[in-house]
């Protein structure tokens, strides 16, 4: 969040993965869309992310291991909090 109080990119941008997965409540949803309608970077990222979970759906026929999935949902959350950082 921002000094004056409204929430920055990067809040958004944790966000997006969560709405691509239907993680998150009504509201939520609302303020993100409003967000991307608005923020082409935002957008751009949305649109990146979507296009590679789509990708990924189309490819995998087999579900991995609950133990695997754990593992890349755990390097994903890593890889975001250093995009962050940096």
Do not use: W
């Not at 969040?1 to 966000?15: I, K, N, W």
């Not at 991307?36 to 957008?43: H, I, S, T």
């Not at 789509?54 to 991995?64: D, L, Q």
Request: glycine share 2%.
């Amino acid at each position: 969040m921002t000094a004056d109080g409204h929430e920055s990119c990067a809040d958004f941008l944790d966000r997006i993965v969560y709405l691509l997965d239907n993680e998150l409540d009504a509201t939520e949803v609302a303020n993100v869309k409003i967000h991307l309608d608005e923020c082409a970077p935002c957008f751009e990222r949305y649109d990146v992310q979507r296009t590679i979970k789509m990708i990924v759906a189309r490819s995998c026929t087999e579900a991995a291991p609950d133990a695997l999935r754990d593992k890349v949902r755990v390097r994903l959350q890593q890889i975001s909090v250093q995009m962050h950082e940096s």
